[in-house]
C-alpha cells in the first residue's frame, strides 16, 4: 500500500492566526457593503508574518496552504458560500461578490505590504529575525518578487507622464510657428517629465542609423535647452 501523502498542516494550529481570523471575519461585512477593503486587507496581512512559505519565511505572497485556505474559511464564513438549493444566479452573485473582495484585498494590501518590508531597514533587529540571509529591504522585495512601490505611486506616476506627454502635444499641436506663453510652462513641465522618464534601456536594440539620429536630436535638444536656460537666467 503505498503512503498517504501528509496533509498540509491545519492554519487553526498556527498560534494567533485564529485571534485574527475572529477580527477580520466582521471587516467582511464592510468590505462586501462599503467596498471599503482596507481594514481587512490590514487583519489579513498579519496572517503573512505568522504563516511560512516553504523556506520557512513569513509568507508575504500568501501563497501557503494556510493562507488560502485562511482566506477561503473566512469568506465561507461571511456567508460567501452556495448553500444546497441556491440557484444558479444567486451562486454566480456569490462567486462575483468573493472575486471582488479578494481583489480588493490584494490591492489594498499591496501598499500596506510595501510599508512593511521598508520599514525592515529601519529595524535591522527585527528583518534579522524575521528574514535572515536577506541584508535589506532591497534584498527582501526581490526574493518575493514585489515591486517596491504600492500600485498608488505607479498609477500616479504613469498618470503624471500620461499629462506630461498631453500637454507636450497640445502645446505643439496648438502653436503656430511657436509655443503661446499660455502654453510654455506646462510644456516645459511636460518635457522635463518626458525626458526622465527615458533610460538607456529605452534605445537598446535599435539600428546603428536610428540610433544616429536620435541622437543628433538629443545633442540639438540640448543646445536649445541650454539657449532657453540662458535667457530665462
Not at 444567486?90 to 499591496?110: K, P, T, W, Y
Not at 504613469?158 to 497640445?170: D, F, N, P
Not at 525626458?195 to 544616429?212: H, V, Y
Request: charged share 30%.
Amino acid at each position: 500500500m503505498p503512503p498517504q501523502k501528509k496533509s498540509a498542516a491545519d492554519w487553526r494550529d498556527v498560534p494567533g492566526a485564529q485571534d485574527i481570523w475572529d477580527k477580520a471575519l466582521p471587516l467582511v461585512a464592510v468590505a462586501r457593503r462599503e467596498k471599503d477593503y482596507g481594514p481587512l486587507a490590514t487583519e489579513a496581512f498579519k496572517t503573512t508574518l505568522l504563516f511560512k512559505n516553504r523556506e520557512g519565511l513569513p509568507d508575504l505572497r500568501r501563497a501557503s496552504h494556510q493562507a488560502k485556505r485562511w482566506m477561503s474559511d473566512l469568506l465561507d464564513a461571511a456567508g460567501l458560500k452556495p448553500v444546497p438549493g441556491d440557484s444558479n444566479e444567486r451562486r454566480e452573485q456569490l462567486a462575483a461578490e468573493r472575486d471582488a473582495i479578494l481583489q480588493g484585498v490584494r490591492a489594498a494590501m499591496n501598499p500596506i505590504r510595501v510599508r512593511f518590508v521598508r520599514s525592515m531597514d529601519d529595524d535591522p533587529a527585527e528583518r534579522a529575525r524575521r528574514f535572515p540571509d536577506l541584508p535589506d529591504s532591497v534584498a527582501i522585495f526581490a526574493y518575493y518578487r514585489i515591486v517596491p512601490r504600492a500600485q498608488s505611486e505607479v498609477r500616479a506616476e504613469t498618470y503624471q507622464r500620461r499629462t506630461a506627454q498631453q500637454h507636450v502635444g497640445a502645446a505643439l499641436l496648438s502653436a503656430d510657428g511657436g509655443i503661446s506663453q499660455e502654453n510654455c510652462v506646462e510644456a516645459v513641465h511636460g518635457l522635463h517629465r518626458l525626458a526622465t522618464a527615458l533610460s538607456p534601456s529605452s534605445f537598446e536594440g535599435l539600428d546603428p542609423s536610428a540610433a544616429d539620429q536620435l541622437r543628433q536630436e538629443l545633442r540639438e535638444t540640448a543646445v536649445v535647452l541650454l539657449d532657453l536656460d540662458n535667457k530665462l537666467g
